[in-house]
């Protein structure tokens, strides 16, 4: 750690390393992340010189924008991140710390210069696109004889289905010179014919090409192999790179001998970039550019599993009286003291096997899982104290930052990730019960103790005996004509000393004390009989479709033996069809779900009852995988919704949902979004084109007969 965990210097590496994180996935390089960090940290101090300068010269902001070509940043979408990091992050960074007066200067001047680097990049980048355009015109001119002897003996039937296709198509020689490509494969380059005619396969090389791709290519044009399929990159001329899937098979003449080979492509891209920039959104948090909490979560998961012997060390920290900063002197001040305090933190862990990350407000957590993190940890928490104890300078103030911190030590083993960071956080808020600005040790009784105090957990078996639970319906509504086409179930606990209780408190209990199983199976069929009961009024009043109703599944619930049987029975039970029933799986509970798990599903799947993938969003899954789940529904996250309040929306979360809708259906998946809070987003998502939609907007949850009316008042 340095003398000054804020100096100048700092703060400018800091920049470097969240303009890196935001750049580096959709940058073309071989290169490490650290390496990549390293390679912006002078374009970083040209930028910083550029805000500092007395006058503004483009000249050092345009360099900036070459060197990102130079480094292979050729996307626009490097370009527009490039920007957006500038814009929100230079000033915060890079700027003295000044007046009102002083700051809307700086403003103006991010501005000029995010222009200059804008106009760099573009320059830098046609440059590059003519110089590689000339080559390959020349290398068309040379190929021309043996494209003329390949177009004639090409047979007119499998000239029809080669134009029309919609994948790719190439054929080239055994040299590897490619002798023709179809319209699909042309438009994936660029749209010039001379992109690809008459080249040859090899100069398609990669950085991202593993060398067994090169090895495949050798073994068919010797005609060992018969076809290979790898997914892989090329550059486009105008620098760009194309992701396929890329199928390749041997072409024999009438002896058997090799001839030609035929490439089969699948441009991929898009759903590449896509998946990369949900990761990363997924991951970080936007305001610090630490790790999330899906991130700080994946990394303890691992630490915990990481075999006999390994130890870990936490420490969960919360800031005392946060909240008065927030109310007294506005948000924006809040989030530049929690920007700082996330620098400070971070500089305290810098070891290998440290991290920092943010959980959502003011609480943070650090980790340590080095040889011996009793030590480790103890460190770590002093120099963390330490860090907050020089006050944090805000516009023009100077703050004192205090904190309480939860710390938990011990083996790795037998514990889960939920259950430690719960153990932390009740020994956090023991420190701040104490009175704050202080540290305690995670101890097994006390934290016992805690949950006792609250009492939920040994209170939940007998309430399911007590009837103390009941569910709450919330309609889900067809974007298209404003129908009500059925309902969410959710479950509510009428504690009788702490009331109404929400199921985000008790269904984790629930979950980790196995009563879910139980739970579960009374709220499935309490909603199935619901449905059924609207089902026989609906059909009374032949007015409306029949409604159908969505109920929740935990991750505990798709491992249990008895699923299908206990579903299949309580619809027959209550003579329900099938296909009235959704089940709701969240995305994280079949990430990385194998066959066995995914079984039980896909029996119900095939019966007839509808699999939705909730909080869709939330956690990290990979897009192309979706086809692999018995899923027919996507629930895009509340956070999408959220990111739509402020108008107009931002035009990336737009392209985002777009993104994910269009694939979605091109997947036959519906899409339901939760969380639409008013008419303005209810108006934008159905033209994003999702299908039904969910929220306070069109009834927040309610009892059983409102829904009833409501369906019945939408047809009238
Ligand atoms: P979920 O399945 O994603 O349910 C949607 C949550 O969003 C509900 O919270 C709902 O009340 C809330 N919500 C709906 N519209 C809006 C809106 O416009 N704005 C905002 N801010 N929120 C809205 P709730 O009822 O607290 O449920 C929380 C979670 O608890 C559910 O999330 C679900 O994961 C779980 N849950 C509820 N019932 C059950 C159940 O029977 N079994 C299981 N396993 N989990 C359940
Ligand atoms: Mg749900
Ligand atoms: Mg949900």
Partial sequence: MSAEPDGPEDRLRRFATIWSRALFPVTATSITRPDFERLLLPLARQLRAALDERVFVAAGSEAVGESLVAAHCTEPEALSRTLDVVDAYLVLYCGADGGTGEREELRARCSRIQHAVAAGFARALRERTLIEQEAIARAALEARGTVAEALHASEARFRAVFHGAAVGIGIADLDGTVLEANDALIRMFGGLEQHLRGRNMAEWTHPDDSPHVWKLYEELVRGDREHYRVEKAFYRPDGTVLWTNLTVS???????????????????????????????????????????????????????????????????????????????????????????????????????????????????????????????????????????????????????????????????????????????????????????????????????????????????????????????????????????????????????????????????????????????????????????????????????????????????????????????????????????????VTESALIGADDDLLKPLRRLAEMGVDIALDDFGTGYSNLANLRRLPVSILKLDRAFTQGMQHFPADPVDLKIIEGIVSLAHSLDLAVTVEGVETGAQADQLRELGCDTAQGWYYARPGPPDRLHELALADTR
């Avoid at 009175?435 to 009784?445: H, I, K, S, T, V």
Wanted: glycine letters at 10%; hydrophobic letters at 40%; proline letters at 5%.
């Fill in 250 to 584: 041997l072409l024999r003449d009438a002896d058997g001998a090799p001839q030609y080979q035929l490439a089969l492509m699948e441009d991929t891209t898009e759903r590449r970039l896509l998946n990369l920039r949900l990761r990363y959104e997924a991951t970080h948090d936007a305001l610090t550019g630490l790790p999330n909490r899906t991130l700080f979560f994946e990394r303890l998961e691992k630490a915990l599993a990481a075999g006999e012997g390994a130890r870990f060390g936490l420490c969960y920290l919360d800031l005392d009286g946060f909240k008065t900063v927030n109310d007294s002197l506005g948000h924006a001040a809040g989030d530049r003291l929690l920007v700082e305090v996330a620098d400070r933190l971070q500089a305290c862990a810098t070891a290998p096997g440290e991290m920092v990350a943010r959980l959502g407000g003011d609480e943070f957590v650090a980790l340590t899982t080095g040889p011996d993190t009793k030590r480790e940890v103890d460190d770590l928490v002093g120099r963390i104290m330490n860090a907050l104890a020089t006050p944090i300078r805000v516009e023009g103030r100077e703050l004192t930052v205090r904190g309480s911190i939860g710390v938990v030590e011990g083996p790795a083993a037998d514990r889960g990730a939920a259950e430690v960071l719960r153990s932390a956080d009740i020994t956090m808020y023991r420190a701040k019960h104490a009175g704050g600005n202080r540290y305690e040790l995670a101890d097994p009784e006390a934290d016992a103790r805690a949950i006792t105090r609250h009492g939920l957990t040994t209170a939940l078996p007998v309430a399911l005996e007590r009837g103390e639970f009941f569910i709450e319906y919330q309609p889900l509504v067809h974007l298209g004509d404003g129908s009500v086409r059925g309902a969410e179930a959710l479950v509510r606990w009428l504690h009788p000393q702490h009331g109404v209780i929400s199921p985000d408190r008790f269904i984790p209990l629930a979950e980790h004390t196995g009563l879910i199983v139980p739970l579960g199976r009374w709220v499935l069929e309490q909603s199935v009989r619901q449905a059924r009961a609207w089902e026989a009024r609906t059909g009374a009043e032949q007015a409306v479709s029949p409604l159908r109703v969505n109920v929740n599944l935990s991750p505990c619930q798709l491992t249990h033996p008895g699923l299908v049987s206990d579903t299949v029975e309580i619809l027959e039970r209550a003579g329900l069809a099938p296909d009235s029933l959704c089940l709701e």
